[in-house]
T-cell receptor, first 113, second 112 residues
Framework: DTGVSQNPRHKITKRGQNVTFRCDPI?????LYWYRQTLGQGPEFLTY????????KSRLLSDRFSAERPKGSFSTLEIQRTEQGDSAMYLC???????????FGPGTRLLVL | GQQLNQSPQSMFIQEGEDVSMNCTSS?????WLWYKQDPGEGPVLLIA?????ELTSNGRLTAQFGITRKDSFLNISASIPSDVGIYFC????????????FGTGTRLKVLA
């Protein structure tokens, strides 16, 4: 069990650029979650997958955001035409059906200039 | 986005003191999780609670799932400097969704 990993750990980009983050869940976990966390707040739910199916999306996930999990293993979160308000920590977590315990990765900190 | 009510928001305590924090909601939850987060890192799971009334310990930490399924508390006994950090509760709604809603966090500072 190597834990949840996320890449990159840090990303600085200019407003208007596209960015993509990757999450590798714990290997036997079939559910994968994305959260956004801003300074002084708790993580806010963005979306989750069960295997390759995206089952729920938050209203926070505007049409500039897209997430995929094509083979039910790793997932990517893409933000198009980034805005300064997108600056935040993006967290990934995974869990397994029947044991609703989420484990988090270290996060990707995004700064949009 | 939706967040749970967590209190206190922050606290300073002396090393060796016991700490108590709680989360409340108007919604019913299926599962409660408690996490600790250090600056720049992802949350680390401390305790998981699955049944109403359940009391679970992990070393110096004890957490309980409220009988009404709408609240949970976390106690830390004999605090030490490394307990410093932000503690979050997270609840999974009792409504067929598998997403979690997080509390606003309790910032703990321990004075040696």
């Amino acid at each position: 069990d190597t834990g949840v990993s996320q890449n990159p750990r840090h990303k600085i980009t200019k407003r208007g650029q596209n960015v993509t983050f990757r999450c590798d869940p714990i290997s036997e976990h079939n559910r994968l979650y994305w959260y956004r966390q801003t300074l002084g707040q708790g993580p806010e739910f963005l979306t989750y997958f069960q295997n390759e199916a995206q089952l729920e999306k938050s209203r926070l996930l505007s049409d500039r955001f897209s997430a995929e999990r094509p083979k039910g293993s790793f997932s990517t979160l893409e933000i198009q035409r980034t805005e300064q308000g997108d600056s935040a920590m993006y967290l990934c977590a995974s869990s397994n059906t029947g044991k609703e315990t989420q484990y988090f990765g270290p996060g990707t900190r995004l700064l949009v200039l | 986005g939706q967040q749970l009510n967590q209190s206190p928001q922050s606290m300073f305590i002396q090393e060796g003191e016991d700490v108590s924090m709680n989360c409340t909601s108007s919604s019913i939850f299926n599962t409660w999780l408690w996490y600790k987060q250090d600056p720049g890192e992802g949350p680390v799971l401390l305790i998981a609670l699955y049944k109403a009334g359940e009391l679970t310990s992990n070393g110096r930490l004890t957490a309980q799932f409220g009988i009404t399924r709408k609240d949970s508390f976390l106690n830390i006994s004999a605090s030490i400097p490394s307990d410093v950090g932000i503690y979050f509760c997270a609840g999974q709604l009792f409504s067929g969704t598998y997403k979690y809603i997080f509390g606003t966090g309790t910032r703990l500072k321990v004075l040696a």
